[in-house]
């Protein structure tokens, strides 16, 4: 906040003597704003009178963002007057280099290179022989060579693509032959035939996207621009702790305290005493059918993992019973090991604004999303199916616990809620409801507490010795904007 307010206080203006009252309300409007009064490098007037009977003064001040390092002073600059009795005021604002990618690699949906690269990848990851797992090398090298075919198959038939402001998503390989024809040719005719081509097929494309909108994912506002991709705001806007994040590790820094909030807190871990110990429930092979069930319903359209791939791409590989039998193998020996691959432990945290915040300066307005590998992801989910039944077999859950479980849904509560209303309602009671909601719940898991818990459930010494590994030196990077930080320990928290 910069101007001329006319306002002559001792405060600003070593040559006054005496404090004005309208600067109080001046104050109070800077603070509201989270805005302090800067002083010049050099303490010079601002103004300058134009005869010798009055005196130069300081009525241009300046406001400037609180507790910053960098943007903390001003210059004032008398040799730059013109023909105005005032002078310029003028700040050094730093600017971060960005770096803007220009071009990246894509597997363009349907086309033929998807084909030729899922069937590479069944072809080679086919001929693993995943049977032969007998200890934690074997384990990881299994998974780490599904890692490479992965890669190496991304690359070979990827597409190096420019980004550009002109980039379109509905162009394709037809589009590039007509125009191609057309400048060879500069004939009317080829043009005509271009702009056909265009009408058509761009057409044929949105009609495509738009059904696919309204009838698969039931979401006719993906259609509006609000949903689209919202660019993050400078870094240095950002405050942890009070401090603004003046430079890439200072944002790096606070976010990773921020979403890991609860790493360094204590647990009570004698909560635990009053919860009855079940007994030990046999833990059995996966089966063909596990897998196939959970990855039907994996939306084809989510977005693709750290592999790069998608769903739509996991679903035709595993419809291979070869393929399929080599990743039941590495489940069961994942548990029969004790050991969940490194090359899973990997990820990636996306960070995204929490929508209609009237402020994001602070890191609570934003929130992540964490990218995992695309086959450990069917395992986890495969996995997590398993536990949630086990531990309704045998009513470890409580029965009044509906969220997150199968065939429970928002419908459940409300009907039990409705009950427990009417039998209160038929005593002549009144009922009343406290609702509330645990922050950061799954970030905050204590890894230590989980064990016990699984323990407590009935689970094999099995399953506890693989969760226990599982949980343990998992690394992430955050990405903000174009930039990613350098892998971080998450040792706490799950999904």
């Known amino acids: 906040m910069i101007g001329d307010f006319n306002i002559r206080n001792s405060l600003w203006d070593p040559s006054y003597n005496f404090h004005s009252s309208i600067s109080n309300d001046l104050f109070v409007i800077a603070d509201s704003s989270n805005l302090f009064l800067s002083f010049p490098i050099d303490q010079i007037p601002t103004r300058y009178a134009d005869n010798a009977n009055n005196l130069n003064s300081v009525l241009d001040l300046m406001f400037l963002w609180c507790d910053s390092k960098e943007i903390n002073s001003h210059i004032i600059h008398p040799d730059w007057q013109l023909t105005s009795d005032h002078v310029p005021l003028t700040i050094s604002i730093p600017i971060v280099k960005e770096y803007i990618t220009t071009h990246k690699r894509t597997l363009i949906k349907n086309s033929v290179e998807e084909v030729e690269f899922i069937n590479e990848v069944i072809a080679l990851f086919s001929k693993v022989n995943a049977l032969s797992i007998s200890n934690i090398s074997d384990l990881d090298e299994i998974v780490s060579n599904w890692a490479d075919i992965v890669d190496r198959s991304w690359s070979k038939h990827s597409k190096l693509i420019n980004i550009t402001k002109c980039s379109k998503s509905w162009w394709n390989d037809k589009y590039s032959q007509d125009l191609a024809n057309y400048r060879f040719t500069k004939s009317i005719k080829s043009w005509k035939m271009f702009w056909k081509t265009v009408k058509y097929l761009k057409r044929e494309f949105f009609n495509l996207k738009i059904q696919e909108i309204a009838n698969k994912r039931h ?54 005493n009053k919860c009855e110990l079940f007994l030990p429930m046999t833990w059995l092979k996966f089966s063909e059918e596990e897998f196939t069930r959970a990855i039907t319903n994996c939306k084809d359209s989510s977005v693709p993992g750290l592999d790069k791939m998608f769903w739509g791409h996991l679903k035709r590989i595993i419809k291979d019973k070869s393929c399929l039998k080599n990743v039941i193998c590495i489940t069961n020996a994942c548990f029969d090991l004790g050991h969940w691959p490194n090359h899973f432990k990997k990820s990636t945290t996306i960070v995204i604004p929490k929508p209609n915040k009237s402020s994001y300066d602070f890191l609570k307005s934003f929130r992540s999303i964490v990218l995992l590998n695309t086959l450990g992801k069917i395992i986890e989910k495969v996995i997590g199916e398993r536990l949630q039944f086990q531990v309704i077999l045998n009513n470890f859950i409580h029965q009044s616990q509906l969220g997150r479980l199968k065939f429970k849904s928002t419908t459940d509560t409300s009907i039990a809620l409705t009950h427990f209303i009417c039998t209160r309602w038929i005593k002549n009671l009144s009922t009343s409801s406290l609702v509330f909601d645990i922050a950061q719940f799954f970030p905050s898991l204590n890894h230590c507490l989980l064990s016990l818990i699984l323990d407590k459930a009935g689970f094999s010494s099995q399953v506890v010795n693989f969760f226990s590994n599982y949980l343990v030196n998992r690394k992430t990077s955050y990405y903000w904007n174009n930039f990613s930080s350098h892998s971080f320990d998450v040792n706490i928290g799950v999904g």
């Open 219 to 272: 979401g006719p506002w993906e259609l509006m621009n609000w949903i689209n991709k919202k660019k993050l705001p400078a870094i240095e806007i950002i405050k942890h702790n009070s401090s603004s994040c003046l430079e890439l590790n200072d944002l790096w820094q606070a976010l990773h305290l921020s979403f890991n909030s609860a790493q360094l807190r204590s647990v009570d871990e004698s909560i635990l």
